[in-house]
């Protein structure tokens, strides 16, 4: 039985993810993870804490082989917690910090520990986890948005080295950092301004690109990042 996963399907891009797996019919169970609990129609819904190590090990021991974990959970900016890109190294905030990087380094990086052990071993699996191109230290041009930065630089490291440690054990298993563009959601609600209309998406066309360019990728592509046109994106 082929099943997939999908862990933050209540947001923007999670719910979009879960929305065309099932419209692709290509899995006989889909997995949705989100705080509520509640899934999208055609899904088999549990409850994620991402903060809580103990309910995405307890939804993993459920769940039997995976041949596809997507991990859409991030942070960029919440208002009430008094989380917001930073302009200057002046802004910084540990405790702004440290939240930031429990949501898009540690949160994944706790998926992955128990999600890694059910791709299969004797067929191609993927691990995907979307990260983004303000990530990557080779393309950085303008600085600022420390925290978010580096914590998906984080977890950039991460992923290459789960596919190092994949490769031994699960030749055929992928994991990637995907990248989904600017997307019309409440991530980046407060930043789209200035983004021209052809270049803002929405979330079901990103997350139907992304799973095409995850269809195309070999295991030689392990350990990498792809923009949703499937073009790598330098770490």
């Known amino acids: 039985m082929k099943q ?21 019919e290509r899995f006989d169970r889909i997995w949705a993870g989100s705080r509520s609990g509640i899934a ?3 899904t088999q819904g549990f409850h994620l804490d991402l903060m809580d190590e103990g309910s995405i090990a307890e939804a993993c021991q459920s ?10 959970t991030g942070l960029l900016q919440d208002e009430a917690a008094n989380i917001r890109p930073e302009k200057s190294f002046r802004a910084l905030d540990a405790a702004a ?6 949501v898009n380094t540690i949160g994944p990086a706790l998926i992955a520990k128990h999600s890694l052990p059910l791709l299969p071993k004797d ?9 983004a ?32 440690e994949l490769a031994r ?29 052809a270049k803002l998406f929405t979330p079901d066309f990103s997350a139907s690109a992304m799973l095409s360019v995850l269809d195309a990728l070999t295991p030689s592509d392990s350990g ?12």
């Open 169 to 197: 054990t699960k030749p055929q298993a992928l994991a990637v950092g995907l990248h989904p563009g600017t997307v019309d959601t409440g991530l980046s609600a407060p930043f789209k301004k200035g983004v021209p209309q």
């Open 40 to 42: 999208p129609a055609g």
């Open 4 to 24: 997939a996963c999908v862990f933050g399907a209540s947001g923007g891009i999670g719910a979009a993810f879960a929305r065309q797996l099932v419209a692709s």
């Open 123 to 131: 067929r191609r699996g993927v691990f995907a986890a979307i990260s």
């Open 97 to 102: 910090m440290a939240q930031v990087y429990a």
């Open 224 to 235: 990498k990042l792809f923009a949703w046109d499937g073009a790598p994106i330098p770490f």
């Open 63 to 72: 769940m039997g082989a995976l041949d596809l974990v997507i991990v859409a």
């Open 133 to 164: 191109r303000v990530g990557s230290i080779g393309d950085n041009r303008l600085g600022g948005w420390h925290a978010y930065r580096a914590s998906k630089a984080a977890l950039n490291m991460l992923i290459a080295n789960f596919a190092i």
